[in-house]
């Protein structure tokens, strides 16, 4: 039933998505094929665009630039390279939250639907093969052993997730689950005596929010 459900979620996805595969049942004509495939690039490259403007032009409102990032985040939840960009101009554009008129603005912009986001993408891509899958810890601690090309994508999308998630206030306790399992994720499952410096910093920032989120 559960891997029933798994496929049709896929399936689904793929059909969106064509980086992860066309579904057989998509059997558009050859030119209806190729104007969609045109739009769909020609969106991303739109994307990618206007994330590096916002990067680019530190004179204009930091926290409305900050939530034009997030609606591109939530748009592109499936495309990793995106996701990566995305996360460095919202962390470069997210002002520290210890401010107290930027904390009352995040507020009002609504700062746990923010984070909510961004744990999200934590989950989808630090825990799962693939970001519309059930989540797999076992698999994805031996591809992060194995260090393959997607992981080093997603130790950088991680990494601008996690400081990103530090610099404003918020309350998400439901995300403790999705901090504790994408850390032994991101720390490959290492146990502490064999923890790397990385693997501490993971553990040092994770303990910081989970102490947020209990707040």
């Known amino acids: 039933m559960t891997r029933r459900v798994n496929s049709t979620w896929n399936n689904l996805v793929r059909s969106i998505y064509p980086e992860f595969a066309i579904h057989p049942s998509r059997e558009p004509t050859q030119e209806g094929e190729e104007t969609w495939r045109a739009t769909f690039s020609q969106d991303k490259e739109n ?14 409102d930091s926290l409305h630039e900050a939530s034009n990032v997030l609606n591109i985040f939530q748009t592109y ?12 101009t919202l962390h470069g554009r997210t002002p520290p939250w210890s401010l107290v008129d930027d904390d009352l603005r995040w507020k009002l912009l609504g700062s746990d639907t923010h984070a909510n986001t961004l744990y999200s993408a934590l989950s989808r891509h630090t825990l799962r093969p693939t ?36 610099k404003f206030n918020h309350c998400c306790p439901s995300a403790i689950l999705t901090l504790h399992d994408s850390l032994r994720v991101l720390t490959a499952g290492r146990v502490p005596c064999k923890k790397e410096k990385q693997d501490w910093s993971y553990t040092q920032r994770t303990a910081s929010l989970v102490s947020m989120n209990l707040r």
């Open 77 to 88: 939840t499936a495309t990793l390279n995106i996701l990566v960009e995305a996360m460095n």
């Open 131 to 166: 970001p519309y899958a059930a989540q797999d810890l076992p698999s994805q601690i031996w591809e992060h052993i194995a260090a393959t090309p997607r992981t080093t994508k997603v130790l950088v999308l991680a990494d601008w997730i996690l400081n990103t998630l530090i």
């Open 47 to 60: 994307a990618h665009a206007t994330i590096r403007h916002q990067r680019e032009h530190t004179d204009t």
